[in-house]
Antibody, heavy 120, light 107 residues
Framework: QVQLQQWGTGLLKPSETLSLTCAVYGGSFSGYFWSWFRQPPGKGLEWIGEIDHSGGTNHRPPLKSRVTISVDTSKNQFSLQLTSVTAADTAVYYC??????????????WGQGTLVTVSS | EIVMTQSPATLSVSPGERATLSCRASQSINSKLAWYQQKPGQAPRLLIYGASIRATGVPARFSGSGSGTEFTLSISSLQSEDFAVYYCQQYNNWPLTFGGGTKVEIK
């Protein structure tokens, strides 16, 4: 059974850097894309970006200049950093597994979510 | 960026009744559409991909249809555990995008 467990800082001040890590248990790590999503309180889902096991990344264009997604294959973990946060970055952040091949882009496993609040 | 539009925003349905949710893409996404269910305080759960293929373990009362720009999720006989928010997501183009969600509530 595949499980994603995520952790990171939940309360930030404006201009600080958000940092989250997601560990993957079970299943293959190298055969998938590893993604980050976020969901502002009471709103819908937004894709942030993804990384594959070799470090290849894709990012949502408006966030690209502030986002770094990295991978540590020795630990089956991947991480998200978002710099210069503002109140608009307040959201529940999810890590997730994205499929490859014909179903590339389908997300089949999710982490439990981490509420990140940006407030002065 | 492909814009996904879901309707209605809220659907009030009695248990045992049928629910029909709609999702429209701003341009053709072929059949590269997924549906997710999200309950309060939980992560989304994959229900349907390829517009009509049920994910592992999803009950047969959930069905999806459509292609191109118009898609539908149907729940044939609503059970208590089906009251939730449902999101459609396109994976034909990057960035991946979601609809705004349809909340299925008890009538």
């Amino acid at each position: 059974q595949v499980q994603l467990q995520q952790w990171g800082t939940g309360l930030l001040k404006p201009s600080e850097t958000l940092s989250l890590t997601c560990a993957v248990y079970g299943g293959s790590f190298s055969g998938y894309f590893w993604s980050w999503f976020r969901q502002p309180p009471g709103k819908g889902l937004e894709w942030i970006g993804e990384i594959d096991h070799s470090g290849g990344t894709n990012h949502r264009p408006p966030l690209k200049s502030r986002v770094t997604i990295s991978v540590d294959t020795s630990k089956n973990q991947f991480s998200l950093q978002l710099t210069s946060v503002t109140a608009a970055d307040t959201a529940v952040y999810y890590c997730a597994r994205g499929e490859v091949g014909a179903t590339r882009g389908v997300v089949d496993y999710w982490g439990q979510g981490t509420l990140v609040t940006v407030s002065s | 960026e492909i814009v996904m539009t879901q309707s209605p925003a809220t659907l009030s349905v009695s248990p045992g009744e049928r629910a029909t949710l709609s999702c429209r893409a701003s341009q053709s996404i072929n059949s590269k559409l997924a549906w997710y269910q999200q309950k309060p305080g939980q992560a989304p759960r994959l229900l349907i991909y390829g517009a009509s293929i049920r994910a592992t373990g999803v009950p047969a009362r959930f069905s999806g249809s459509g292609s191109g720009t118009e898609f539908t999720l149907s729940i044939s006989s609503l059970q208590s555990e089906d009251f939730a928010v449902y999101y459609c997501q396109q994976y034909n183009n990057w960035p991946l995008t979601f609809g705004g969600g349809t909340k299925v509530e008890i009538k």
